[in-house]
């Protein structure tokens, strides 16, 4: 008896054809593979968006000792940490949070919340490096040139990733 070989395209179609049993599974089965991809993805996202957060520490750190003067009011202080955030999202979103909030107000969160993979990637080396650079006394106009170049290699490093490609 002569083997018979079809493309995996055509089998399933003819298959499907013969059977609603089998298409009805098939189409689960791909449902069910999409899913299991798409939470694969997510998670992978919650992970590094979590080492961000747990990484802004680092960051915190040196601001609360080198540029934080202790006869300021809270509110001086809260203005003082979020000069610094907007200093990250300046070089690497190319936005402050506010100008973020204003252009997506029907969004919640903040524009850390939307960054890609790669972003947020980038985004915690960028908070070790201006940790880094506030330690050294660098004025916050020189750090904002150095995190932009570093933000710039960086992300087109990662973009061009197979690694990273991969993992999508």
Known sequence: MAALFAHKDIAFEFASWL?????????KEF???????SSR????????????KINYQIHTDPIKENLIAKE???????????????????????????????????????????ATLEQLVVLSNMESINALLIERGLPQGERLLRLNQVAITQMKSLIESKAIKRLK
Not at 91 to 113: M, P, Q, Y
């Open 72 to 114: 300021i009011t809270r509110q001086q202080t809260s203005y003082v940490y979020a000069n610094e955030a907007d200093l990250l999202n300046v070089t690497l979103f190319g936005i402050t949070a506010k100008e973020w909030r204003d252009g997506h107000s029907g969004k919640t969160g903040n524009i850390r919340d939307y």
């Open 31 to 37: 449902q069910r593979l999409k899913d299991d991809e």
């Open 41 to 52: 993805n997510q998670l992978e996202w919650d992970m590094q968006r979590t080492i961000s």
């Open 19 to 27: 059977s609603a049993e089998f298409k009805f599974y098939l189409i």
